[in-house]
């Protein structure tokens, strides 16, 4: 998944910013949609994961999850 990605670019020596950048808005622009996805921004449509832990202090963080929102609604992980 996303997470395992974004390790990996870490492991391959992108800082963790990097990585999650790399994983969010910058996967966005390479598919054609960085005005509407991609980042957390006034007026953008976003889905959202909360982790515990900070990935920017260790990536593995983005593993796990503990509140999902997908187009503004807080929804139950077996949603998901």
Do not use: F
């Not at 020596?13 to 054609?32: M, P, Y």
């Not at 980042?39 to 959202?48: I, S, W, Y």
């Amino acid at each position: 998944g996303l997470a395992g990605e974004v390790y990996q670019l870490g492991r391959a020596g992108l800082s963790n910013a990097q990585a999650i950048v790399s994983g969010t808005s910058g996967a966005a622009e390479s598919i054609g949609v960085a005005g509407e996805a991609g980042l957390l921004a006034e007026g953008r449509q976003a889905d959202v994961v909360a982790v515990d832990g900070n990935p920017l202090d260790d990536l593995r963080a983005l593993t796990s999850v503990r509140d999902v929102w997908l187009a503004g609604r807080r929804v139950q992980r077996t949603e998901v």
